[in-house]
């Protein structure tokens, strides 16, 4: 297959990043578009068509229509996160295709074994889209993290950064709609504490809440439920441990993600800018991403700038991890390589995001499965 088609379900914010993406691909295009609004999915469609250099996306009337399209290769699932687990099945049911599906990969605990058993024997590759690890300071950072720590004890994960923004619908606001900020935002990064450290949880441990954002908006006389800040300790099969701090109301910070970890050699540290369009234009060039090695003998930390390709910061909020995640699917749907992220991580990472949010709420220790 020379040509990928796309179909992407949901129209919104992180499906214009997708699109965008998609078009930078030489053996990708957007064939079909779905969205309930249809205005938005007009646009999405437009965007596809990359202002005249190639065809407009077809706009489909529901879901039905996207999925009896024609020149449909792969689904792009971008719809808020508690439609994933039924969109999931009705793709399964219908058009059997190869899927990128965007994180969490499902809300309701119940349906963790309902998609296990959904995908035994699916005959098409199923990628689940936490793309952060391809970010390239975190990528650096992996590469290079056994190397300069002798390997890994401690690895700790802190995300300082803007609030939840606004969405279409407000469905964000809303621990039932995402399955809790810590399945939400998190599962990026507990992904990540179980690529990094290459072992499975045992046990959460987590302390979080929401101490201002959004408790000023009502919808429907409802306030918001959603948390802005925690702890999340994970201890892992293999002795070691990681930690994430969250904090949301912290928008003013130079880098939005820094990630450390530290064994018997030392230290290294990756620091990861937030989306470019964000950072003030009064304060100069946004913060390039860096990577710090910090031995501990001799000492002297070296420190890396990681600069991202100006093209693919173009393209989205992520540091061009979503190209380097397409780029990979792509090739995997047209028979070139094996899913990286695939419905095990997606579905750990959700297991992993549940039980903090159960641990922040009793106060108890969490058991991971
Ligand atoms: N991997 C990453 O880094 C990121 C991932 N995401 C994920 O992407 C997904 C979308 O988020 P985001 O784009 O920010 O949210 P938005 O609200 O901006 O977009 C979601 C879109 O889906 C549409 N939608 C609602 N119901 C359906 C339906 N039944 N079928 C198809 N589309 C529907 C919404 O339309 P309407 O409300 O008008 O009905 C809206 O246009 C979420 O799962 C989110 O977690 C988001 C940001 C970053
Ligand atoms: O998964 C995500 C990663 O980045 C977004 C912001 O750019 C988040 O809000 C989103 O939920």
């Not at 992996?142 to 469905?171: C, N, Y």
């Not at 009502?218 to 306030?223: A, E, L, P, V």
């Not at 028979?335 to 106060?363: C, F, N, P, W």
Request: aromatic content about 8%; some cysteine; proline content about 8%.
């Amino acid at each position: 297959m020379d040509m990928v088609n796309y179909g992407i379900i949901g129209c919104g914010m992180m499906a214009r990043e997708h699109i965008q993406n998609i078009n930078l691909l030489p053996h990708g295009r957007v064939s079909v578009v779905f969205d309930p609004v249809l205005e938005m999915a007009q646009n999405c469609a437009v965007l596809a068509g990359k202002g005249g250099a190639g065809p407009e996306a077809v706009v489909a009337g529901s879901l039905d229509d996207l999925l009896a399209h024609p020149e449909l290769d792969a689904i792009v699932i971008v719809s808020p996160n508690y439609l994933h687990a039924a969109q999931l099945h009705e793709i399964v049911a219908k058009r059997p295709l190869p899927i990128l599906c965007e994180k969490p990969l499902y809300t309701d605990p119940e349906d963790a074994a309902k998609l296990d058993a959904l995908f035994e024997g699916y005959p098409h590759p199923v990628w689940v889209a936490m793309e952060y690890r391809y970010m390239p300071p975190v990528a650096a950072l992996i590469e290079q993290a056994e190397q300069a720590t002798g390997g890994i004890s401690m690895l700790t994960v802190r995300e300082h950064r803007f609030p939840f923004l606004p969405k279409i619908g407000d469905w964000n606001r809303f621990n039932e709609n995402t399955g809790g900020t810590l399945v939400e935002k998190c599962c990026h990064f507990f992904d990540l504490m179980r690529l990094i450290l290459k072992a499975e949880p045992v046990r959460v441990m987590a302390s979080a809440g929401q101490a201002m954002n959004h408790l000023e908006e009502t919808y429907d006389g409802r306030t918001p439920d959603i948390w802005d800040n925690g702890y999340v300790i994970v201890d892992f099969e293999n002795g070691t441990r990681a930690m994430l701090e969250l904090c949301m109301f912290a928008e003013g910070s130079r880098y939005q993600e820094e990630i450390s970890a530290v064994g018997p050699k030392g230290k290294i540290e990756c620091l990861v800018p937030g989306p470019g369009r964000f950072w003030p234009a009064q304060l100069g060039p946004a913060p390039v991403p860096q990577v710090i090695i910090s031995p501990r003998a001799p000492q002297g930390p070296i420190t890396m700038d990681i600069p991202v390709d100006p093209a693919l910061l173009d393209a989205g909020d992520h540091n061009g991890s979503t190209f380097y995640q397409h780029q990979r699917f792509n090739a995997v749907v047209r028979g070139q390589g094996e899913v990286e992220v695939t419905l095990a991580d997606g579905a750990k990472a959700v297991a992993i995001g549940l039980a903090a949010q159960e641990s922040a709420r009793t106060g108890q220790a969490v058991t991971v499965q």
